[in-house]
């Protein structure tokens, strides 16, 4: 007998909302990439084209930062960079293959990496939160902005607004994760400040802007954990106390919950205290799929209203997209890295497939 005949054949006692479970079919199948460079831009769209429907993946978190001539500030480019109409193309082509895409740029955090300081601080360092310290960003893990200079938001907010409008996106994830310099001392307005009230502070204010133009934030978890209480530690949670400003922060902002090498259960945390969240591994396919065992579960034993806040996973990559196009290839020039990555990305969407 046919499903639909047999549920009509039946007579079903009433279920409470609360009660019901989701769906056991994991909404969000997402993948993580670095924004391809424009002599890629051949390879993305082939990729694009063939991998995400081939895989199934439904959301694709696209990384630019600095990377595309934006319209508003075009000083601040890293380059080589993307153009607007590569830009507007990368867009089409993800919708045309089934996928949303959600671009992102790293806000307030990672704003250098090694010796190299992104585009923002080095046309602006009067932005700087520790201005004049690190030569050469020695002895620090990534610079940040301000959030307390009076220009900086006219500026990051104006760089959202671009991006999101050549993508014609309505969700944005905006990074905000492992932040460590904040509250600094050498920054005359943030100095002896609470770092909570200050991290809070910026992620309502970047939440509130995208929400007035419809768009909805995506942010990655990290620092409202408490890494002391879980013993998590400081990269994958927080030890200065940011994780205090979670009760402040509005709840449709969207939690992307990174663990690398373990698969902490903290994406259902986040559900219980009311956030959407999804679970995001890299390269280890035994946590990915632990990390799906445990959203699978959650989201059949909880209530529906629980349930549906677990979303599902996001694989992130961080090899950058060629080397993980040319290791999902095959390729024999593909870093390590990129093939344990690839590895991962495989095993998990083979399993996702199965709904």
């Known amino acids: ?11 079903l006692a009433p279920v409470s909302p609360a009660a019901a479970s989701a769906s056991p079919r994991i909404p969000l199948r997402g993948l993580h990439l670095a924004a391809p460079r424009p002599a890629d831009m051949e390879l993305a769209q082939r990729f694009f084209e063939e991998v995400l429907p081939k895989e199934g ?31 507007r193309s990368l867009a089409r082509t993800v919708r045309n293959a089934g996928a949303k895409l959600i671009p992102q740029i790293n806000l307030l955090g990672h704003q ?16 700087d939160e520790s201005p004049g310290l690190y030569p050469e ?21 104006g760089l959202v607004d671009d991006l999101c409008e050549l993508c014609d996106a309505h969700d944005f994830h905006a990074g905000l994760d ?18 909570a009230e200050l991290f809070g502070g910026e992620v309502r204010l970047i939440h509130d802007h995208l929400a ?6 995506w942010m990655w978890a990290d620092r409202f954990l408490d890494g002391a209480a879980t013993g998590i530690g400081k990269w994958e949670a927080s030890l200065d106390n940011t994780h205090m400003a979670l009760p402040s922060i509005p709840k449709d902002v969207i939690m992307c919950d990174w663990h690398y090498e373990a698969a902490h259960p903290t994406a259902i945390w986040f559900a219980l205290h009311g956030f959407r969240t999804a679970s995001c591994p890299w390269r280890k396919a035994s946590v990915a799929l ?30 950058g997209f060629t080397q993980f196009a040319k290791a999902y290839s095959g390729e024999k020039d593909a ?19 199965r709904g």
């Not at 993946?57 to 508003?72: C, I, K, P, Q």
């Not at 250098?112 to 932005?127: C, G, I, Q, V």
């Not at 492992?178 to 770092?195: D, T």
């Open 1 to 11: 007998m046919r499903r639909r005949q047999f549920l009509q054949s039946v007579t």
């Open 57 to 87: 993946v439904n959301t694709l978190f696209l990384e630019f930062n600095y990377g595309f001539r934006n319209r508003r500030f075009p000083k601040i480019v890293d380059e080589p960079a993307l153009s607007p109409e590569q830009v």
């Open 112 to 127: 250098s990496w090694a010796k190299t300081t992104f585009a923002l601080l080095r046309t602006h360092p009067e932005f």
């Open 137 to 157: 960003n020695e002895g620090i893990y990534c610079r940040s902005y301000c959030p307390r200079h009076p220009n900086v938001h006219e500026v990051v907010l």
């Open 178 to 195: 492992e932040v460590f310099l904040l509250a600094e001392e050498a920054c005359p307005r943030c100095r002896g400040a609470n770092k």
């Open 212 to 217: 007035g133009r419809g768009t909805t934030l």
């Open 290 to 319: 632990r990390q799906l065992d445990q959203i699978r579960a959650a989201r059949r034993d909880a209530t529906s209203v629980v349930a549906d806040r677990l979303l599902g996973m996001i694989q992130t990559t961080w090899v």
């Open 335 to 353: 870093s390590p890295q990129a093939r344990e990555t690839a590895a991962c990305f495989r095993e998990l969407f083979k399993d996702l497939r």
